[in-house]
């Protein structure tokens, strides 16, 4: 499964919206119907998955975008 990460949200700086670092990130090569997102928050990466049945809640506590997407590609795998 190829899964990629696409640009999201940036972070403000000095009061302009979208030109600091990248925060979040929207996943491509999901399963039909399947959705994803990965964040930055309290000090780390996670990521968010979600369909139309079902929402999760955040997961991992990774220190890379890069290294959440592998998790979240362990998770699909594992509940495929």
């Not at 696409?6 to 302009?16: F, N, P, Y």
């Not at 809640?57 to 594992?78: F, H, I, K, V």
Request: with cysteine; net charge negative; proline share 2%.
């Amino acid at each position: 499964m190829k899964l990629t990460l696409l640009e999201g949200s940036r972070t403000i700086v000095i009061g302009v919206l979208g030109c600091g670092e990248i925060c979040s990130y929207d996943v491509a090569g999901l399963p039909a119907g399947a959705h994803a997102k990965i964040a930055h928050f309290n000090h780390a990466w996670r990521f968010l998955r979600w369909n139309d049945e079902w929402h999760g809640n955040w997961t991992g506590n990774y220190s890379t975008p890069e290294a959440a997407l592998d998790g979240l590609r362990g998770e699909l795998l594992t509940h495929a």
